[in-house]
T-cell receptor, first 113, second 115 residues
Framework: GENVEQHPSTLSVQEGDSAVIKCTYSDSASNYFPWYKQELGKRPQLIID?????GEKKDQRIAVTLNKTAKHFSLHITETQPEDSAVYFC????????????FGQGTILTVHP | KAGVTQTPRYLIKTRGQQVTLSCSPISGHRSVSWYQQTPGQGLQFLFE???????NKGNFPGRFSGRQFSNSRSEMNVSTLELGDSALYLC??????????????FGEGSWLTVV
């Protein structure tokens, strides 16, 4: 089955800096890669996603890149703000694993004012 | 448009009891999946239902079961509760998860504590 590795497990940045979180996946059949942000006690909230026919997607301060050959994808947050502090999860799904998101271990992002 | 709704939000059960959690997907969504979230194991897939049929199942014991009704609402049941079942149980819905790139939305979850 699919396996997703996420790094780093914790990330601390100063407000205004950029943050990058990286994930690798194992199943070449995976074709959809969402990123979720989870604040303490809240549900995972979709912040951006990318499909396998696209190499990069951007939404304001957030961008995601996908390298299908290397089987890795990354989340980039620019001009970080304290409210970006949360746990971020990458996930992968596709092929016959529909409805099944395989998640990375999560990254605790702390943005210091 | 209402989001994914889960009930109850919080519950405490005793070892050996059973529990039923409910999920109402976003209107128009026919796929419902369930996840368990714990600090040690992260987010783990339990099962997925579409049109009342279980299409995919994770690696959980048979004590964990679910079903989906004709209106797409879903329930999951955990029997003979163990302390290790204490977790946040998340329901997620999508239009049809078999479609490539189908977006999946999560509910607020049900916090289960087993004592």
């Amino acid at each position: 089955g699919e396996n997703v590795e996420q790094h780093p497990s914790t990330l601390s940045v100063q407000e205004g800096d950029s943050a990058v979180i990286k994930c690798t996946y194992s199943d070449s059949a995976s074709n959809y890669f969402p990123w979720y942000k989870q604040e303490l006690g809240k549900r995972p909230q979709l912040i951006i996603d990318i499909r396998s026919n696209v190499g990069e997607k951007k939404d304001q301060r957030i961008a995601v890149t996908l390298n299908k050959t290397a089987k890795h994808f990354s989340l980039h947050i620019t001009e970080t703000q304290p409210e970006d502090s949360a746990v971020y999860f990458c996930a992968a799904t596709g092929g016959t694993s529909y409805g099944k998101l395989t998640f990375g271990q999560g990254t605790i992002l702390t943005v210091h004012p | 448009k209402a989001g994914v709704t889960q009930t109850p939000r919080y519950l405490i059960k005793t070892r050996g009891q059973q529990v039923t959690l409910s999920c109402s997907p976003i209107s128009g969504h026919r796929s419902v999946s369930w996840y368990q979230q714990t600090p040690g194991q992260g987010l783990q897939f339990l099962f997925e239902y579409f049109s009342e049929t279980q299409r995919n199942k994770g690696n959980f014991p048979g004590r964990f079961s679910g079903r989906q009704f004709s209106n797409s609402r879903s329930e999951m049941n955990v029997s003979t509760l163990e302390l290790g079942d204490s977790a946040l149980y998340l329901c997620a819905s999508s239009m049809d998860s078999s479609l490539s790139g189908n977006t999946i939305y999560f509910g607020e979850g049900s916090w289960l504590t087993v004592v």
